[in-house]
């Protein structure tokens, strides 16, 4: 019986760090933009705590969808990707263990970090933008030979 209270506590506690983190980016501009990454770096916003290879996944995403929908801000985004980057934790890929920045990680350790995942997701969109293309093409050849 208690797993499923836990599940739930932890569905509500990333839906929290979801909304902090969306609080955020809705705030985010050049002038204010060193206090906003200091508030997700530094946990200090309610219920921001970036702790996990799940919630950098979705920070990453919500990121990303940011900066597409606001091109006007895209050096802001991309700063304030870089600075999350450096800044925030890094995780084992096999095991999702946070690594201590102190410590350099074993030869081989496949690293979970900000930057990965936001370059994963421009190669996913990149991809599927292709894929897409090469399907509109096919889609309007086919018309022609009709």
């Known amino acids: 019986f208690r797993t499923g209270v836990d599940k739930k506590e932890k569905t509500d506690d990333r839906e929290k760090t979801e909304a902090a983190f969306r609080r955020v980016l809705n705030k985010i501009c050049p002038e204010n933009f060193e206090s906003l990454v200091n508030k997700v770096i530094s946990g ?4 921001l705590h970036i702790d996990s290879k ?3 996944d979705m920070a ?6 940011k900066a597409i929908a606001e091109s006007v801000f895209c050096s802001t985004y991309a700063q304030f990707c870089t600075s ?4 925030l934790p890094k995780f084992e890929v096999e095991t999702g263990r946070m ?6 990680s074993r030869a081989g350790t496949r690293i979970h970090d900000f930057r990965r995942v936001i370059l994963n997701k421009c190669q996913q ?3 599927l933008y292709t894929n897409s293309e090469k399907i509109l093409a096919v889609s309007e050849e086919q018309k022609v030979e009709v």
Not at 60 to 65: G, I, N, V
Not at 99 to 104: E, V
Request: hydrophobic letters at 35%.
């Open 44 to 47: 200090t916003e309610q219920d």
């Open 125 to 127: 969109e990149f991809e």
């Open 54 to 56: 799940g919630l950098m």
């Open 60 to 65: 990453a995403e919500l990121t990303f969808e």
């Open 84 to 87: 999350l980057w450096r800044k």
């Open 99 to 104: 690594l201590d920045p102190k410590t350099k």
